[in-house]
T-cell receptor
Framework: SQTIHQWPATLVQPVGSPLSLECTVE??????LYWYRQAAGRGLQLLFY??????ISSEVPQNLSASRPQDRQFILSSKKLLLSDSGFYLC??????????FGSGTRLTVV | AQSVAQPEDQVNVAEGNPLTVKCTYS??????LFWYVQYPNRGLQFLLK??????LVKGSYGFEAEFNKSQTSFHLKKPSALVSDSALYFC?????????????FGSGTRLLVRP
């Protein structure tokens, strides 16, 4: 079966520290992968998407970057976190059908 | 660009009563529409989608949605609400990007079902 894993579930980081959030999918190959951010428990904003290894597209300019070192691995990173990076980060994948599956999310608090 | 709007920040309903969560869309061409539910500190769970065909789409947990082309709406409905339905609901539309698709989400509607 197809599953998506995201970790960690929660993270508290000081301003200026680095960030690495990981997302992996199982049971599928060559998925389209996405990173969304949800601020203030409401709307979701697409940050990055990837259609294949090493292929990253950014939707909005920001303090974050993404990488896809393996087919089923998608990483969200930052060299120096800002307070405004706090939020709920969601990874998602789209398979060959129309549907999208979301991970369980990471709650990031920058202090 | 495609977009969806959820005009209500919150919907309150008594358990056992029917519920409706509203969504309107603005798209060029035929829309691919979705409903997702989010429980506190959790990821989004898929409820249902409309691609083509019957205007009434049935989904998970007894939810259904009605696609109305003339009113450009895709309202989520349930005949009898449960307290456990209390959550944040998102309407979304699929938009084409350069080499893929993405989901554009509405701002979300919080559903509160009181006992």
């Amino acid at each position: 079966s197809q599953t998506i894993h995201q970790w960690p579930a929660t993270l508290v980081q000081p301003v200026g520290s680095p960030l690495s959030l990981e997302c992996t999918v199982e049971g599928t190959s060559n998925p389209n992968l996405y990173w969304y951010r949800q601020a203030a428990g409401r709307g979701l904003q697409l940050l990055f998407y990837s259609v294949g290894i090493g292929q990253i597209s950014s939707e909005v300019p920001q303090n974050l970057s993404a990488s896809r070192p393996q087919d089923r691995q998608f990483i969200l990173s930052s060299k120096k976190l800002l307070l405004s990076d706090s939020g709920f980060y969601l990874c998602a994948w789209k398979g060959t059908g129309v549907g999208y599956t979301f991970g369980s999310g990471t709650r990031l608090t920058v202090v | 660009a495609q977009s969806v709007a959820q005009p209500e920040d919150q919907v309150n309903v008594a358990e056992g009563n029917p519920l409706t969560v509203k969504c309107t869309y603005s798209v060029s061409g035929n829309p691919y529409l979705f409903w997702y539910v989010q429980y506190p500190n959790r990821g989004l769970q898929f409820l249902l989608k409309y691609i083509t065909g019957d205007n009434l789409v049935k989904g998970s947990y007894g939810f259904e949605a009605e696609f109305n082309k003339s009113q450009t709406s895709f309202h989520l409905k349930k005949p009898s609400a449960l307290v456990s339905d209390s959550a944040l609901y998102f309407c979304a539309v699929r938009e084409r990007m350069d080499s893929s698709y993405k989901l554009i989400f509405g701002s979300g509607t919080r559903l509160l079902v009181r006992p």
